[in-house]
């Protein structure tokens, strides 16, 4: 959470590692977003049109 990170005095993550499932009717319209607490977004799972 936002108040553990804020307490541990971390700054920066060199690596991070995500598992997540997602049950979607078509998985090429999905994209997966990692947001960090400061704002900064990264696209970790673009959309794939072709991919039905």
Do not use: F, Y
């Not at 541990?8 to 319209?29: A, K």
């Not at 696209?43 to 039905?52: F, Q, S, T």
């Amino acid at each position: 959470t936002l108040s553990e990170l804020r307490q541990s005095g971390m700054q920066t993550l060199e690596h991070v590692s995500v598992t997540v499932t997602i049950v979607h009717p078509r998985r090429g319209n999905v994209e997966i977003w990692l947001i960090c607490p400061s704002g900064m977004s990264s696209l970790i799972g673009a959309k794939r049109p072709l991919d039905v």
